[in-house]
């Protein structure tokens, strides 16, 4: 029986990627060895980075006086990364989920991280819109969208003071105007590439402001300076990234995907909205996120959600079980899913509800 894959990350990925990695992986580039054991300093490789960041660039529209990283350690080393190099005194967090959270956290143990909204005592599901973002901060943090939760942000926010972003789960699904960032990061495990690659979008006059002295692993300027050979870098996973790029130009971008994005979207909120058995955690569709879509069985129904969470895996939906920390359902609808599986996702919504 076909799979579908609904996993939140590390997620699915474009066919057209697997299937180059496995070449890459018998023979890369003509070298008669394989991407796993060539050096990352050889000619082909070097080529295969600045490609990678080549399409990366092209395809974001990221304009001049910005750097892009392909850095170990995950998002969750950006939580204390941004801090470290963007901190004097004073930032400021907008926590919207458990990530953000994890983000404010760490910039806590550095200085005065200030949360200027939340969201925690509604179970995160919405993004806070009236605030008041500190002047005197040295940047503003938001996660762009909350993968264990299901909202976004999908507009790029207009802010006084430089604006970081975690997009770790929402990169390259939509056109984004890098313009309004000072910093975007995100791990590549969830619409880029396999786990092992961290990308940073990283604007060149925002670095050097701070006074602590910065070890050189954990300092951008380091690997800017080295072009993301400071130390080795996860090179399969970015060769696999270069892949999902080559992917995403020959199909028209992000604006193209954007729209098929909306579309996959709007089949399964439609179908949360009317089928009776359930109800989506996210109301506001304003904030109801392209990627994460979550769900919950409706009030009158609360017993058949192992039933069909059993239901739903013997017709082979796979990764639909909620964040352990909501429950319920989420189901992932990244880049890479087609349309057909979650039209496929759909008709078993509805075969349960006609048996029920
Ligand atoms: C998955 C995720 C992370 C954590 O990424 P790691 O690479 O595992 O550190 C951080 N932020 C968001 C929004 C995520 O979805």
Redesign the pocket.
């Known amino acids: 029986m076909k799979k579908h894959n609904f996993y ?2 590390p997620s699915i990925l474009p066919q057209y990627t697997i299937e180059k990695s496995i070449e890459g992986i018998k023979e890369f580039a003509g070298t008669g060895l394989s991407i796993l054991e060539i050096s990352h300093r050889s000619k082909e490789f070097v080529a295969c980075m600045n490609d990678t960041i080549a399409l990366f660039k092209e395809l974001l529209d990221i304009p001049a006086g910005y750097h892009v990283l392909f850095l170990g ?7 204390c990364m941004v801090p470290m190099n963007l901190m004097e005194k004073k930032s400021a967090y907008l926590n919207t ?1 458990e ?2 959270g ?2 404010l956290k760490e910039a806590k143990l550095l200085g005065n991280a200030v949360e200027v909204a939340s969201s925690k005592e509604q179970l995160f599901n919405y993004i806070p819109k009236n605030y008041t973002i500190p002047d005197d901060a040295d940047y503003f943090h938001i ?1 762009t ?4 939760y299901g909202t976004e942000i999908k507009k790029d926010m207009d802010v006084k003071i430089p604006l970081v972003a ?4 929402d990169i390259f699904s939509r056109p984004v105007d890098i313009s309004k960032y000072a910093l975007i990061y ?2 590549a ?2 619409n880029l590439a396999p ?1 092992g690659v ?1 990308f940073v979008i990283v604007k060149e006059d925002v670095l050097g402001k701070v006074s602590r002295p910065l070890p050189s692993m954990l300092d951008y300027r380091v690997h800017i300076k080295g072009e993301s050979m400071f130390n080795t870098p996860p090179v399969f996973a970015i060769f696999a990234a270069q892949q999902t790029l080559k992917w995403l130009k020959e199909l028209g971008g992000v604006g193209a995907i954007q729209k098929k994005n909306i579309e996959k979207a709007a089949i399964l909120y439609n179908e949360i909205d009317r089928n009776k058995l359930f109800k989506p955690t996210i109301s506001d569709p304003e904030d109801r996120s392209l990627m994460n879509i979550c769900w919950v069985m409706s009030d009158n129904y609360k017993e058949l959600e192992k039933p069909f969470s059993d239901f739903a895996k013997s017709n082979g939906m796979l990764g639909i079980e909620g964040h352990r920390s909501v429950g319920g359902f989420r189901a992932s609808t990244y880049n890479a899913m087609p349309r057909e599986s979650v039209e496929a996702l759909v008709g078993v919504m509805k075969e349960f509800e006609s048996k029920n």
């Open positions: 939140a990350g350690g995950g998002a969750s080393m950006q939580f989920g990530w953000a994890k983000a996660t969208n909350n993968t264990i975690d997009m770790s789960s995100g791990g495990q969830k786990a961290t």
